[in-house]
């Protein structure tokens, strides 16, 4: 995983940028008028952080006559997820374990009620089965 990846998730804007991409394929021009809404912007510096995020791979452009048009690039945002869940596994050794740890805790449980009911000297009933 590059880098420029989370260099250019560093950034508020480039974020916001990536988040109006969600909704489907946009110009520049509309980029910048819906950063607009939030501050004030040129379209340099919207163009610009369209540059740093097609260099990190997370957004593609393609061409539609005389417009380009940006949309989120799947691969690069599916990759920058693949690299943060390893990231969480690794932080967290023991989560392959979690789900059958669970699993065993609950036969221990079990068990201990059958042994309960069996000093008590109760008849198992249906529900502790």
Excluded: K, N
Excluded at 31 to 51: C, D
Excluded at 89 to 118: K, N, Y
């Amino acid at each position: 995983m590059s880098g420029d990846v989370f260099t250019a998730l560093g950034d508020p804007t480039r974020r916001r940028v990536l988040e109006l991409l969600t909704g489907g394929e946009r110009s520049v021009g509309e980029v910048v008028a819906a950063l607009r809404e939030h501050g004030s912007i040129s379209q340099p510096a919207v163009s610009q952080h369209l540059g740093v995020l097609r260099t990190a791979g997370l957004v593609a452009v393609r061409s539609e006559g005389t417009r380009r048009l940006y949309g989120l690039d799947a691969s690069g945002v599916c990759a920058a997820r693949e690299w943060l869940d390893r990231l969480a596994r690794a932080a967290d050794p023991l989560a392959p374990f979690a789900q059958p740890l669970d699993a065993l805790a609950t036969e221990v449980a079990r068990g201990r009620r059958a042994r309960r009911s069996t000093v008590a000297g109760d008849e198992p009933d249906e529900r502790s089965a």
